[in-house]
């Protein structure tokens, strides 16, 4: 009997436990997609919210014509993020939810004269907010600005900004998604300085675009300064965040006329011991396809892609030692060498650390390698103007 009392009581609990105490009905939630933080007045700061539009996105998928947006952008000042959030709430009658945060934008001015710290301290907290957001830098303007011109331009500007890092990453290798968790994992790690993406918003001749504009260097979690072009690519040769990029290369006397398509790159870091001070060696290997010839070249012949092969290695190793010495130049370890060091060299990073930012790194030496093969030559083997001039 009593066990069946029991059972009873179990079977009970299932249908009383059960249900969802805070349960959320659509209509009552705001969708974020993206969070915006600027400098605001008296020391406070301006958080910026987009937000999902139930009016805008419907009239999309009905297929009828509305001027209603995507998305609308709220914000609010507080002394703290947690806290002007909770203001925006004054202005929207949904509740805020943020678990399909893709983006997280900061003005360059704030993270130039405050830093990053305090903001991604408080951001960091909230469970809702995904981790694996990227996080960009805004440069020109207020995030809150780019925020805004952003849904303007595109039905959902924080996607846009997703689909233009993938892009450059897997075509250009000028930038590299970076995400929160990255960042905050990088300004918690001894020996290495933070780097986020810079974004602006283009004006040619009245026509507006979004474009990523190179990548910030931090120092001590405070914005220093941008590089940019083979400079941020030399970087993400290192990093082994070059996914695809092109690189072109010097034949017969001219100048640029054979490109090569890079991929499946990889990049490792060691950190050894010379005569008591930390040697970084660093090992490129990519594989390369033959992208572009305007040059009378034979293609076929094997010691014309070793030549090729070993241009290209120069070039890259060039771009490398370039950005190390421009890094060394700035005093910001982004590449991560003294967490090598720390890591690889622990006793001898015991040594160097006081004085790592000031001291050591701007004078680390560094040993470059690259080991880049050319395996395919495309849909044609010689060039088209080798084969017409053949013909004449």
């Known amino acids: 009997m009593k066990r069946i009392i029991r059972i009873i009581c179990l079977l009970s609990m299932?249908?009383?436990?059960?249900?969802?105490?805070?349960?959320?009905?659509?209509?009552?939630?705001?969708?974020?997609?993206?969070?915006?933080?600027?400098?605001?007045?008296?020391?406070?700061?301006?958080?910026?919210?987009?937000?999902?539009?139930?009016?805008?996105?419907?009239?999309?998928?009905?297929g009828g014509s509305s001027n209603a947006m995507s998305t609308l952008s709220y914000s609010a000042e507080g002394d703290n993020v947690f806290e002007a959030t909770r203001k925006i709430s004054k202005s929207i009658s949904r509740q805020l939810h943020y678990g399909h945060t893709v983006l997280l934008a900061i003005s360059e001015e704030l993270a130039r004269t405050e830093g990053i710290v305090h903001i991604l301290d408080g951001i960091e907290r909230d469970n809702e907010l995904r981790s694996s957001a990227s996080i960009i830098l805004t440069k020109g303007l207020t995030a809150e600005q780019f925020l805004h011109t952003g849904a303007?331009?595109?039905?959902?500007?924080?996607?846009?900004?997703?689909?233009?890092?993938?892009?450059?990453?897997?075509?250009?290798?000028?930038?590299?998604d970076g995400r929160l968790y990255q960042v905050i994992r990088t300004l918690t790690s001894p020996g290495r300085e933070a780097w986020i993406?810079?974004?602006?918003?283009?004006?040619?001749?009245?026509?507006?675009?979004?474009?990523?504009?190179?990548?910030?260097?931090?120092?001590?979690?405070?914005?220093?300064g941008w590089i940019d072009n083979e400079t941020s690519r030399g970087v993400l040769w290192t990093l082994g965040k070059v996914k695809s990029t092109l690189i072109s290369l010097d034949y017969g006397g001219e100048k640029k006329n054979i490109g090569i398509e890079t991929y499946r790159t990889q990049a490792k870091m060691k950190a050894v011991s010379k005569n008591?001070?930390?040697?970084?060696?660093?090992?490129?290997?990519?594989?390369?396809?033959?992208?572009?010839?305007?040059?009378?070249?034979?293609?076929?012949?094997?010691?014309?892609?070793?030549?090729?092969?070993?241009?290209?290695?120069?070039?890259?190793?060039?771009?490398?030692?370039?950005?190390?010495?421009?890094l060394q130049e700035m005093k910001s370890d982004i590449y991560g060498f003294g967490n090598v060091i720390h890591q690889g060299q622990p006793k001898l990073w015991k040594k160097v650390a006081a004085d790592w930012t000031d001291r050591t790194f701007p004078t680390l030496e560094t040993v470059v390698t690259v080991d880049l093969h050319i395996h395919r030559l495309g849909l044609r083997t010689n060039p088209l103007i080798r084969s017409m001039e053949e013909q004449e």
């Open 152 to 176: 303007l331009l595109d039905r959902i500007g924080a996607m846009k900004v997703k689909r233009l890092l993938n892009n450059t990453e897997e075509i250009l290798g000028e930038n590299s």
């Open 197 to 224: 993406n810079g974004f602006k918003i283009q004006d040619d001749r009245g026509a507006k675009y979004t474009i990523a504009d190179g990548i910030g260097v931090f120092r001590h979690g405070t914005l220093i």
């Open 276 to 326: 008591g001070k930390p040697v970084i060696h660093i090992v490129i290997k990519a594989q390369a396809n033959i992208g572009e010839v305007d040059a009378d070249v034979d293609l076929l012949d094997p010691m014309v892609i070793m030549e090729l092969e070993k241009q290209a290695n120069a070039a890259i190793k060039e771009e490398i030692e370039s950005s190390i010495k421009k």
């Open 14 to 62: 299932v249908f009383l436990l059960a249900g969802c105490w805070d349960v959320r009905e659509l209509n009552e939630t705001g969708f974020v997609t993206a969070i915006g933080i600027d400098s605001g007045q008296s020391k406070k700061l301006n958080v910026s919210v987009q937000v999902i539009n139930p009016s805008g996105g419907s009239s999309m998928l009905s």
